[in-house]
């Protein structure tokens, strides 16, 4: 069993920074491709970035490319999404799943076995 918590949500302004967190447990003796997903109220949920086993390698969604930079630290058991100039486009509830399958970075939310309970971004404008 793999459980997975969020933090690091919160409000903030137009033009501001935040950094999500992602604690990892259970079989953490393997170390999951991950992936962050958001999903604001009446749309489903989309892909925003991903990340390779090692961190080798990363994958974002147009929308946020250049802006968020998603990372981990394997010693830690933690994933991260720095999000920088924030826009209220990005207000969503921000998940981090894990991908049981050890693939590639995946981009859709089906092919993800574990998900966290989410932690809620909102940016004013």
């Known amino acids: 069993q793999v459980q997975l918590v969020e933090s690091g949500g919160g409000l903030v302004q137009a033009g501001d920074s935040l950094r999500l967190s992602c604690a990892v447990s259970g079989r953490t003796f393997i170390s999951y491709p991950m992936g962050w997903f958001r999903q604001a109220p009446g749309k489903e949920r989309e892909f925003v970035a991903g990340?390779?086993?090692?961190?080798?390698?990363?994958s974002y969604a147009d929308s946020v490319k250049g802006r968020f930079t998603i990372s981990r630290d394997n010693a830690k058991d933690t994933v991260y999404l720095q999000m920088n100039s924030l826009k209220p486009e990005d207000t969503a509830v921000y998940y981090c799943?894990?991908?049981?399958?050890?693939?590639?970075?995946?981009?859709?939310?089906?092919?993800?076995?574990?998900w966290g309970q989410g932690t809620q971004v909102s940016v004013s404008s």
């Open positions: 799943a894990a991908d049981g399958s050890l693939s590639g970075i995946r981009m859709r939310a089906e092919e993800y076995n574990w």
């Open positions: 990340i390779s086993r090692s961190g080798g390698s990363t």
